[in-house]
Protein backbone atom coordinates (compact mmCIF):
# COMPACT_ATOMS: atom_id res chain seq x y z
CA UNK A 1 0.00 0.00 0.00
CA UNK A 2 1.58 3.43 -0.99
CA UNK A 3 1.25 6.37 1.30
CA UNK A 4 -1.00 9.22 -0.85
CA UNK A 5 -0.27 12.98 -0.83
CA UNK A 6 -2.63 14.85 0.59
CA UNK A 7 -4.01 17.53 -0.86
CA UNK A 8 -5.44 20.37 1.71
CA UNK A 9 -8.05 22.88 0.18
CA UNK A 10 -9.30 25.77 2.24
CA UNK A 11 -11.30 28.69 1.93
CA UNK A 12 -13.98 31.18 2.89
CA UNK A 13 -17.66 30.11 1.95
CA UNK A 14 -18.11 31.40 -1.64
CA UNK A 15 -14.67 31.70 -2.64
CA UNK A 16 -15.27 29.33 -4.96
CA UNK A 17 -14.00 26.46 -3.89
CA UNK A 18 -16.09 23.89 -4.27
CA UNK A 19 -16.04 24.94 -8.00
CA UNK A 20 -12.32 24.35 -8.40
CA UNK A 21 -12.03 21.25 -6.88
CA UNK A 22 -14.69 19.52 -9.16
CA UNK A 23 -12.48 20.71 -12.12
CA UNK A 24 -9.35 19.29 -10.73
CA UNK A 25 -10.61 15.83 -9.73
CA UNK A 26 -11.91 15.90 -13.18
CA UNK A 27 -8.27 17.19 -15.02
CA UNK A 28 -6.03 15.04 -12.69
CA UNK A 29 -5.97 11.36 -12.62
CA UNK A 30 -5.96 9.44 -9.38
CA UNK A 31 -6.97 11.66 -7.51
CA UNK A 32 -9.69 11.20 -4.40
CA UNK A 33 -12.18 13.27 -2.98
CA UNK A 34 -12.35 12.86 0.67
CA UNK A 35 -16.13 12.75 1.82
CA UNK A 36 -16.17 14.25 5.13
CA UNK A 37 -18.83 13.43 7.42
CA UNK A 38 -21.05 15.91 8.92
CA UNK A 39 -24.05 16.78 10.72
CA UNK A 40 -25.59 19.29 9.26
CA UNK A 41 -28.66 18.34 6.81
CA UNK A 42 -28.41 17.84 2.32
CA UNK A 43 -28.37 21.31 0.67
CA UNK A 44 -30.07 21.55 -2.73
CA UNK A 45 -28.88 17.99 -4.84
CA UNK A 46 -26.02 16.65 -2.01
CA UNK A 47 -26.14 13.09 -2.01
CA UNK A 48 -24.99 11.28 1.22
CA UNK A 49 -22.10 9.69 0.65
CA UNK A 50 -20.99 11.83 -2.59
CA UNK A 51 -21.00 15.11 -1.33
CA UNK A 52 -21.06 14.05 2.69
CA UNK A 53 -21.53 11.25 4.47
CA UNK A 54 -24.64 13.12 6.94
CA UNK A 55 -25.03 11.60 10.21
CA UNK A 56 -26.87 12.67 13.82
CA UNK A 57 -25.04 14.59 16.19
CA UNK A 58 -24.39 12.09 18.66
CA UNK A 59 -23.65 9.55 16.73
CA UNK A 60 -20.76 11.84 15.55
CA UNK A 61 -19.57 12.65 19.15
CA UNK A 62 -19.05 8.88 19.17
CA UNK A 63 -16.86 8.79 16.42
CA UNK A 64 -14.89 11.20 17.32
CA UNK A 65 -14.76 9.57 21.09
CA UNK A 66 -13.59 6.79 19.51
CA UNK A 67 -10.72 8.57 17.90
CA UNK A 68 -12.40 7.79 14.70
CA UNK A 69 -11.63 11.30 12.76
CA UNK A 70 -8.17 12.86 11.31
CA UNK A 71 -9.45 16.05 11.95
CA UNK A 72 -12.71 16.86 13.02
CA UNK A 73 -14.19 20.94 13.76
CA UNK A 74 -17.77 22.63 14.88
CA UNK A 75 -18.53 24.92 11.49
CA UNK A 76 -21.66 27.36 12.26
CA UNK A 77 -23.25 24.65 14.81
CA UNK A 78 -22.53 21.68 13.55
CA UNK A 79 -19.48 19.19 12.91
CA UNK A 80 -17.49 18.31 10.04
CA UNK A 81 -14.80 15.36 10.27
CA UNK A 82 -12.47 13.75 7.65
CA UNK A 83 -12.65 9.88 8.65
CA UNK A 84 -9.06 8.13 9.07
CA UNK A 85 -10.38 5.62 6.32
CA UNK A 86 -10.29 7.79 4.04
CA UNK A 87 -6.52 7.90 3.65
CA UNK A 88 -6.31 4.65 4.21
CA UNK A 89 -8.36 3.31 1.01
CA UNK A 90 -6.48 6.16 -0.94
CA UNK A 91 -3.42 4.74 -0.20
CA UNK A 92 -4.38 1.06 -0.97
CA UNK A 93 -6.03 1.94 -4.14
CA UNK A 94 -2.93 3.99 -5.54
CA UNK A 95 -5.10 7.77 -5.21
CA UNK A 96 -3.85 10.44 -3.62
CA UNK A 97 -6.31 12.53 -1.45
CA UNK A 98 -8.01 15.88 -1.70
CA UNK A 99 -9.55 17.37 1.40
CA UNK A 100 -11.93 20.38 1.42
CA UNK A 101 -11.74 21.31 5.30
CA UNK A 102 -11.84 24.71 7.06
CA UNK A 103 -9.03 26.16 8.41
CA UNK A 104 -9.60 24.72 12.47
CA UNK A 105 -9.57 20.78 10.55
CA UNK A 106 -6.18 21.76 8.15
CA UNK A 107 -4.23 23.04 11.37
CA UNK A 108 -5.08 19.78 12.76
CA UNK A 109 -4.28 17.77 10.03
CA UNK A 110 -0.71 19.71 9.12
CA UNK A 111 0.13 18.89 12.87
CA UNK A 112 -0.85 14.99 12.40
CA UNK A 113 0.19 14.58 8.45
CA UNK A 114 3.32 17.74 7.99
CA UNK A 115 3.69 16.38 4.51
CA UNK A 116 0.17 16.95 3.69
CA UNK A 117 -0.06 20.07 1.00
CA UNK A 118 -2.37 22.86 2.35
CA UNK A 119 -3.80 25.72 -0.27
CA UNK A 120 -5.99 28.09 0.89
CA UNK A 121 -8.15 29.87 -1.51
CA UNK A 122 -9.82 33.42 -1.32
CA UNK A 123 -11.42 35.88 -3.70
CA UNK A 124 -10.40 39.03 -4.61
CA UNK A 125 -12.05 40.98 -2.21
CA UNK A 126 -14.84 41.20 -0.07
CA UNK A 127 -17.33 42.68 -2.10
CA UNK A 128 -16.36 40.17 -4.92
CA UNK A 129 -17.01 37.19 -1.73
CA UNK A 130 -20.14 39.22 -0.99
CA UNK A 131 -21.71 38.97 -4.46
CA UNK A 132 -20.98 35.12 -5.00
CA UNK A 133 -22.34 34.42 -1.79
CA UNK A 134 -25.40 36.13 -2.24
CA UNK A 135 -25.40 35.11 -6.18
CA UNK A 136 -25.74 31.28 -4.85
CA UNK A 137 -29.12 32.56 -3.06
CA UNK A 138 -28.04 29.33 -0.04
CA UNK A 139 -28.08 31.57 3.22
CA UNK A 140 -30.19 34.14 5.12
CA UNK A 141 -29.22 37.80 4.89
CA UNK A 142 -27.56 37.32 8.54
CA UNK A 143 -25.93 34.02 8.03
CA UNK A 144 -24.39 35.77 4.80
CA UNK A 145 -22.94 38.71 7.06
CA UNK A 146 -21.90 36.01 9.68
CA UNK A 147 -19.97 34.43 6.70
CA UNK A 148 -18.36 37.72 5.80
CA UNK A 149 -17.08 38.34 9.27
CA UNK A 150 -15.65 34.49 9.68
CA UNK A 151 -14.17 35.18 6.62
CA UNK A 152 -11.81 37.59 7.86
CA UNK A 153 -11.28 35.76 10.58
CA UNK A 154 -9.97 32.65 8.06
CA UNK A 155 -8.13 34.88 5.37
CA UNK A 156 -5.50 35.96 8.39
CA UNK A 157 -4.48 32.38 8.45
CA UNK A 158 -3.57 32.32 5.04
CA UNK A 159 -0.02 32.52 6.20
CA UNK A 160 -0.16 28.51 7.71
CA UNK A 161 -0.80 27.51 4.31
CA UNK A 162 2.04 26.15 1.34
CA UNK A 163 0.17 28.11 -1.06
CA UNK A 164 -2.39 30.99 -1.66
CA UNK A 165 -4.39 31.13 -5.00
CA UNK A 166 -6.71 34.10 -5.70
CA UNK A 167 -9.57 32.71 -7.29
CA UNK A 168 -9.89 35.89 -9.99
CA UNK A 169 -11.19 33.96 -12.80
CA UNK A 170 -12.15 29.88 -12.53
CA UNK A 171 -10.23 28.70 -15.67
CA UNK A 172 -6.99 30.41 -14.84
CA UNK A 173 -7.19 29.69 -10.99
CA UNK A 174 -8.12 25.61 -12.10
CA UNK A 175 -4.93 25.97 -14.40
CA UNK A 176 -2.88 26.57 -11.19
CA UNK A 177 -4.79 24.44 -8.54
CA UNK A 178 -3.33 21.32 -11.31
CA UNK A 179 -0.05 22.97 -11.83
CA UNK A 180 0.69 22.77 -7.86
CA UNK A 181 -0.91 19.14 -8.00
CA UNK A 182 1.60 18.34 -10.56
CA UNK A 183 4.50 19.81 -9.28
CA UNK A 184 3.92 18.23 -6.00
CA UNK A 185 3.68 14.88 -7.45
CA UNK A 186 6.75 15.41 -9.97
CA UNK A 187 8.76 16.23 -7.25
CA UNK A 188 7.86 13.28 -5.26
CA UNK A 189 8.40 10.95 -8.09
CA UNK A 190 11.65 12.37 -8.90
CA UNK A 191 12.86 11.72 -5.33
CA UNK A 192 11.67 8.47 -5.08
CA UNK A 193 13.10 7.24 -8.23
CA UNK A 194 16.53 8.62 -6.93
CA UNK A 195 16.32 7.31 -3.32
CA UNK A 196 15.45 3.52 -4.36
CA UNK A 197 18.12 2.89 -6.32
CA UNK A 198 20.46 4.19 -3.29
CA UNK A 199 18.26 1.99 -0.70
CA UNK A 200 19.48 -0.79 -3.57
CA UNK A 201 22.98 -0.95 -2.81
CA UNK A 202 22.78 -1.13 0.73
CA UNK A 203 20.37 -4.32 0.32
CA UNK A 204 23.15 -5.91 -2.21
CA UNK A 205 26.41 -4.40 0.29
Do not use: C, W
Not at 16 to 23: N, P, R
Not at 143 to 169: F, G, M, P, Q, T
Amino acid sequence: MSTPVVFIISAPSGSGKSTLTTELLRRVPNLRFSVSYTTRAPRGEERDGEHYHFIARDEFERRAAAGEFLEYAEVFGHYYGTHMNEMERAGRDGYDLVLDIDVQGARQLKEKIPAAVSIFVLAPSRRILEERLRARSQDSGPVIERRLKDAAEEIRNYSRYDYVLVNREVAASVDTLVSIVKAVRSRRERMESEIHPILETFRNG
